[in-house]
């Protein structure tokens, strides 16, 4: 069975920084393409970031690009998001996200449970 | 970056009305589009990848169809388990991959 298990949501003061992670079991995590994606209250899905299978591709959305890095550990089978310069518009639920394909990017098949960063002081 | 824009935002039905949700692209997407299933409190879930290809386990009363700028998802007969919101993705290009704003199925 595929889990996929976030962690380091907390409260932190504007201009803070925090570090998500994502624990990854039951699949080949070395495989796949790995997505962050945020949800602020109340409000619709936002895409983060995404990291190739290996690390050496990482793409990012305009509002976090150079405040935020995604990164992973294939030996641990672990996604990061390493989250600087957190501004009160981070606000947000944060899911890791699994790609549904092997190399390249479509659907993500699989979601974690969400992990909460509110940005406040 | 590629915008999504579903319709209607929100609307009601009733069991086993068939409902039509529409999504469109900013520009040509081919099929490189996803639609998700999200209810309050829980993650999203993938029903169709591909525009087209049903998720494996997901019911077949859902459907997608569509190619270019303008995407559907189709449910055949609304059961209670399908009130929820739908969100539409393109993955053609990024980044962004980006998603449409959401559609809210209530009840009527």
């Known amino acids: 069975e595929v889990q996929l298990v976030e962690s380091g949501g907390v409260v932190v003061q504007p201009g803070g920084s925090l570090r998500l992670s994502c624990a990854a079991s039951?699949?080949?995590?070395?495989?796949?393409?790995m997505h962050w994606v945020r949800q602020a209250p109340g409000k619709g899905l936002e895409w983060v970031s995404l990291?190739?299978?290996?690390?050496?591709?990482?793409y990012y959305a305009d509002s976090v690009k150079g405040r935020f890095t995604i990164s992973r550990d294939n030996s641990k089978n672990s996604l990061y998001l390493q989250m600087n310069s957190l501004r009160t518009e981070d606000t947000a639920l944060y899911y890791c996200?699994?790609?549904?394909?092997?190399?390249?990017?479509?659907?993500?098949?699989?979601w974690g449970q969400g992990t909460l960063v509110t940005v406040s002081s | 970056a590629i915008r999504m824009t579903q319709s209607p935002s929100s609307f009601s039905a009733s069991t086993g009305d068939r409902v039509t949700i529409t999504c469109r692209a900013s520009?040509?997407?081919?099929?490189?589009l996803a639609w998700y299933q999200q209810k309050p409190g829980k993650a999203p879930k993938l029903l169709i990848y591909?525009?087209?290809t049903l998720q494996s386990g997901v019911p077949s009363r859902f459907s997608g169809s569509g190619s270019g700028t303008d995407f559907t998802l189709t449910i055949s007969c609304l059961q209670s388990e399908d009130f929820a919101t739908y969100y539409c993705?393109?993955?053609?290009?990024?980044?962004?991959?980006?998603f449409g704003g959401g559609t809210k199925v209530e009840i009527k």
């Open positions: 996200a699994k790609d549904l394909k092997i190399i390249g990017v479509a659907g993500l098949d699989y």
């Open positions: 039951g699949f080949t995590f070395d495989d796949y393409t």
């Open positions: 990291i190739s299978w290996d690390g050496g591709s990482t």
């Open positions: 520009q040509g997407i081919s099929s490189y």
């Open positions: 591909a525009a087209s």
């Open positions: 993705q393109q993955y053609y290009s990024y980044p962004p991959l980006t």
